[in-house]
């Protein structure tokens, strides 16, 4: 049987013992191996550029530089990084802050042990998650935003299939599920995210949905 690939994580909080019970969590997976600890925002940095890392799990409040301009500073020199925020707040300024600054993924440090690991393999196999309570809130305020600015879609010339393409990421599926969905292949999928981010001008999937909802690209089913 062929070893399976490890999704590789860095750990990223100033408290010693939640960050050493978030290792220990991992550990007990077979898939995912934690290949760095960070006590502050710039070594989370320092580390997410010098290794071979898959996601960077961030608390927001750390010393030296903060959660939110550490994504930011990740997300601008390895955007294939996925960021997933780690944090005890659920006030909407903090989660809108973070997807701004490019995370995939908003995790309360009250999450159960299991829901912690899903939400790494779904980051991982390129979707996003933020908490359900939440969700709502996050759409309207980018409705909101939305129309405060006279934007339109159209300037960024997307294709029919790439606003397919969209709206299944907007249904939460994998870039597997999209290939399977659309009878092509997964590599055809990255390549039509990749002209999507360039056209909208975002480095990730989470904030090309996000903007997508913001111009009424794409519709939310609830």
């Keep these: 049987m062929q070893d399976m690939?490890?999704?590789?994580?860095?750990?990223?909080?100033?408290?010693a013992l939640v960050r050493e019970g978030i290792v220990k969590i991992i550990s007990l997976e077979p898939d995912i191996e934690v290949v760095g600890e960070a006590a502050d925002g710039e070594?989370?940095?320092?580390?997410?550029?010098?290794?071979?890392?898959?996601?960077?799990?961030m608390d927001i409040n750390m010393p030296k530089i903060n959660g939110i301009e550490a994504t930011k500073l990740i997300k601008t020199r390895?955007?294939?990084v996925n960021v997933i925020a780690l944090t005890i707040h659920e006030q909407e300024d903090y989660l809108f802050e973070m997807i701004k600054s490019g995370v995939s993924g908003y995790?309360?440090?009250?999450?159960?042990?299991?829901?912690?690991?899903?939400?790494?393999?779904?980051?991982?196999?390129?979707?996003?998650?933020?908490?359900?309570?939440l969700i709502h809130k996050v759409f309207e305020e980018f409705k909101r935003l939305s129309k405060e600015k006279d934007g339109s879609f159209n300037a960024?010339?997307?294709?029919?299939?790439?606003?397919?393409?969209?709206?299944?990421?907007?249904?939460?599926?994998?870039?597997?599920?999209?290939?399977?969905?659309?009878?092509?292949?997964?590599?055809?999928?990255?390549?039509?995210?990749?002209?999507?981010?360039?056209?909208?001008?975002?480095?990730?999937?989470?904030?090309?949905?996000?903007?997508?909802?913001?111009?009424?690209?794409?519709?939310?089913e609830v």
């Design 5 to 15: 690939e490890k999704i590789k994580v860095i750990v990223a909080d100033d408290h």
């Design 43 to 57: 070594q989370a940095v320092e580390l997410a550029m010098n290794l071979d890392v898959d996601i960077v799990l």
């Design 78 to 80: 390895k955007p294939q």
């Design 107 to 133: 995790v309360l440090k009250d999450v159960r042990p299991d829901e912690l690991i899903v939400t790494i393999r779904r980051v991982a196999e390129g979707q996003a998650f933020m908490p359900p309570s």
């Design 156 to 220: 960024f010339d997307l294709t029919e299939r790439e606003i397919e393409i969209l709206q299944h990421l907007a249904r939460g599926l994998s870039n597997r599920d999209i290939a399977e969905k659309l009878f092509i292949s997964e590599k055809t999928v990255k390549n039509h995210l990749t002209n999507i981010f360039q056209k909208m001008g975002v480095t990730d999937r989470t904030q090309a949905l996000l903007l997508a909802i913001k111009h009424d690209i794409v519709k939310i």
